[in-house]
């Protein structure tokens, strides 16, 4: 009799978390479940749009034979692409581990700090950031003010970094703009972490630098995993993006952009377990160390 009113207990359980999420659900179906399907479907034919109805002609791979085989245009817009995330993505973390644990010290208006921090995640848009970046305000001055242009041509030459190294100075202001939900979390994580092992590491005469390398950093591993995912695919989709740019070159090829977004989304979920693969190896040997 228990063990009945147990299951069914549990049933009910099902039942109520499976009622909470049907919308989300039921909107994942409609809204992106079915578009996701039928661009699918699309990038096996070849599209034609008649005033009264579309035809579908099959064509098989063709389309991902076009673009992985027959054409370089894909390698030669990502290849600088990936680079430049090479790039940006570290810098990135780094800088908003850094602003999270500045912000996380009692200093005055560091509430007024957070929010300024934040105000660009509240004002996203594509438009805007483009616009900032075309007017020429997206680099922040840097290589102009500190000389940087000649530096950098010295140091790098044509060497294939010299370009992405560029890119990302010219658009300074991405790193500003898509830091916002990374310092929240590092800020969050940081507030994680129990005063009682700072108290002891100062108390054992330990100093900031060794704080922050055996205390601090290791407390943020698991954030800084969620913050690589979270800013990978965020730099994936954002306005600069080399294959977004391609596809709109290619209005009305319909069965090719399918197949074209599609390559590009197995090339995300592709660097994504590439990043889970090598930060779990990476724990593993600073776990191994420790021991």
């Given at each position: 009799m ?54 579908y002609?099959?064509?098989?791979l ?16 990502l ?11 570290p ?9 999270a ?12 700090f ?41 140091m ?43 108290e ?28 690589l ?63």
């Amino acid at each position: 009799m228990k063990k009945r009113k147990f299951m069914k207990a549990a049933t009910m359980r099902k039942l109520e978390g499976l009622l909470f999420i049907s919308p989300w659900l039921v909107g994942f179906a409609v809204f992106l479940g079915f578009p996701l399907l039928f661009s699918l479907y699309m990038s096996f034919h070849n599209l034609r749009v008649l005033p009264n109805r579309m035809v579908y002609e099959f064509v098989g791979l063709q389309h991902y034979n076009s673009i992985i085989f027959e054409s370089s245009a894909l390698y030669d817009e990502l290849l600088p692409f990936f680079r430049e995330e090479l790039i940006v993505i570290p810098i990135i973390l780094v800088f908003s581990l850094l602003i999270a644990i500045l912000l996380n010290q009692n200093l005055p208006g560091r509430f007024v700090f957070r929010a300024i921090f934040f105000l660009p995640v509240i004002f996203s848009s594509g438009y805007v950031l483009t616009e900032l970046v075309n007017q020429g305000e997206g680099g922040l001055g840097f290589l102009e003010r500190v000389e940087l242009g000649q530096y950098l041509d010295t140091m790098l030459g044509d060497s294939a970094w010299a370009a992405p190294v560029k890119g990302v100075l010219d658009r300074f202001v991405l790193v500003l703009w898509y830091s916002g939900v990374q310092i929240l979390i590092f800020l969050a994580g940081r507030q994680t972490v129990s005063k009682s092992a700072y108290e002891s590491a100062r108390i054992d005469g330990a100093s900031p630098w060794d704080v922050f390398w055996k205390i601090t950093l290791p407390a943020m591993s698991p954030f800084i995993l969620l913050n690589l995912i979270y800013t990978v695919v965020d730099m994936f989709t954002y306005p600069f993006n080399p294959i977004i740019h391609m596809i709109g070159l290619n209005q009305g090829e319909y069965g090719f952009n399918s197949a074209l977004a599609w390559i590009y989304f197995l090339l995300i979920i592709t660097s994504l377990g590439l990043v889970v693969f090598l930060y779990g190896k990476t724990s593993k040997i600073r776990d191994l160390r420790r021991r």
